[in-house]
């Protein structure tokens, strides 16, 4: 899913559109091979008995509810999860059938760090922390290309 352009006012330009980081598909793809063997190895063990298309049929069920909750409702929330950084506004929108959404204008940014572990770092990915007016720091988990991102939001925000 693109990001929604009706979001931006006139003149604003996007300087960089990110969806979370890749790692965060591992899981749900994990869970989709796990799920697809281990039906397919109950089905080949049921396929002799007299209630084997009885079985299958509880297979296919059970495997469909599985990846549809533990692989594509993932998927499709990772897909739906946009970090938007403009030439006016960091802009952040998440969820699926609810959605969630806060913009910040660059105005208001007073620093901008960089936090992520030797695997983040070995993937290209860290948690964005950015300090607004405000007491509370606000902080963006798994932004891929973190450091480009650190640095595109700094020349942004540095006049």
Same mark, same amino acid.
């Given at each position: ?20 980081? &890749? ?27 007299? &209630?084997?298309?009885?079985? &299958? ?17 993932? @998927? ?19 969820? @699926? ?45 798994? @932004? ?16």
């Amino acid at each position: 899913m693109a990001f929604p352009d009706d979001l931006l006012v006139e003149d604003e330009q996007v300087v960089v559109h990110k969806h979370p980081h &890749w790692k965060m598909l591992l899981g749900p793809v994990l869970v989709l091979l796990l799920v697809v063997g281990a039906a397919s190895f109950l089905a080949a063990l049921v396929r002799t008995q007299d &209630w084997a298309t009885w079985a &299958w049929a509880g297979l296919a069920a059970a495997g469909l509810v599985l990846v549809g909750r533990f692989t594509v409702f993932p @998927v499709v929330r990772w897909r739906t999860t946009h970090f938007v950084v403009t030439d006016r506004r960091v802009l952040v929108r998440e969820g @699926v059938l609810t959605r969630h959404g806060m913009d910040i204008p660059l105005s208001r940014i007073s620093s901008v760090r960089v936090r992520h572990t030797l695997w983040e770092r070995m993937l290209g990915s860290g948690t964005l922390v950015v300090e607004s007016d405000s007491d509370e720091s606000l902080e963006f988990d798994d @932004v891929p290309g973190v450091q480009r991102v650190h640095a595109l939001l700094y020349q942004e925000v540095a006049p």
